[in-house]
């Protein structure tokens, strides 16, 4: 399947949280994460870890999974991706917190980690 589809929070789906008066957490592991370096034009692979208190709604995976895809062709720097990520994220859950972190495959003997974080205001 290839995706000439900008990537867009409106492709993520969700299902209502089957125990809403919980506070618990749930980890998604995204080992196979890809984009370009909008520099080199070369491929970054990278692993994406979510983890999020759900409010109302959990994220639904197929259809997170269908939205990384499409970042395979993006020209993205890491910061922007991992930010965009979340703040895509974070438009259709509406979490009570989440945390996602990116970490990247070493190139040129640098590995990168990006973490960004999200906290509703009540």
Known sequence: MFFTETPSAAQLDT?????????????IIC???????PLTGQPDFGTLTYTYTPGAVCVELKSLKLYLQRYRNQGIYYEQVTNRLLDDFVAVAQPVRAKLVSAWT?????????????EATM
Do not use: H, K
Request: hydrophobic residues 25%.
């Open 31 to 37: 080992p196979e994460f890809t984009s370009v370096c």
């Open 15 to 27: 299902f209502p949280n089957p125990a809403p008066g919980r506070d618990y957490s749930i980890e």
């Open 106 to 118: 070493p190139r040129g003997g640098i590995t990168t980690n990006v973490t960004v974080t999200y």
